[in-house]
């Protein structure tokens, strides 16, 4: 097994990045930048599908963080990276790029006792995630590597590895609907639907048309 799943990772303020950061680093950024112009809308047809491949692909490097031990930053303190970005306006474009399949269910952690499933929402969670990341591209872009991966690992354990994992169930599960000619569940009683005025019906039935035609079906 290579020193890349094993032993503490560190890393000198300065030095050049050694291939295991080059190639996080290069998995995060390609995920904002991917996620950004998806939130665009300028290719509403493939919209889920790039976001499935996407979050797949940020989930592999997520694994690789979480088989190494952990990462040891050289200063005791976290630098200020500055400014947080809000993350609101890719928050909106992406609600309002997926309406009718935002909101989704999910049970947070399956190791606790089972508890009623709680309502979600893909662009809140994927505006998360970018925001997370790109606090971890800041220290990287200013040389502060073992600050980086600290700071990916560290949040992948703590939130955006289980929040990348809902998101991929909820993608992968709309399209498993409508490979297998699955209708879409109705939504419980109270639950979150944007509240615009839809029935379940009506929403499912976006939601399938959506699917259909991003698969050419």
Request: charge should be negative; proline fraction near 6%.
């Amino acid at each position: 097994m290579s020193d890349q799943t094993h032993g503490t990772h560190t890393h000198a303020h300065g030095s050049e990045p050694d291939d295991f950061a080059v190639q996080i680093a290069d998995s995060v950024e390609s995920f904002v930048l991917a996620v950004t112009e998806v939130a665009k809308g300028d290719e509403p047809g493939s919209a889920v599908s790039l976001l499935l491949l996407e979050v797949s692909q940020l989930l592999l490097a997520g694994g690789r963080l979480g088989a190494i031990e952990d990462v040891v930053p050289e200063d005791r303190f976290e630098p200020d990276a500055g400014p947080e970005p809000d993350g609101v306006e890719l928050r909106e474009r992406l609600a309002e790029l997926l309406a009718p399949i935002d909101v989704y269910h999910e049970v947070f952690d399956p190791y606790e006792p089972p508890t009623r499933p709680n309502a979600f929402r893909i662009s809140d969670d994927l505006a998360g995630v970018v925001s997370e990341l790109q606090h971890g591209l800041t220290h990287y872009r200013e040389g502060r590597v073992s600050e980086a991966l600290w700071w990916w690992q560290f949040s992948y354990l703590s939130n955006w590895g289980s929040t990348c994992s809902a998101v991929l169930r909820a993608l992968q599960s709309l399209i498993a609907h409508v490979r297998l000619d699955s209708p879409l569940g109705a939504a419980e009683d109270g639950a979150d639907t944007d509240d615009d005025g839809l029935t379940d019906e009506q929403l499912e039935q976006q939601a399938g048309d959506l699917m259909a035609a991003e698969l050419g079906l």
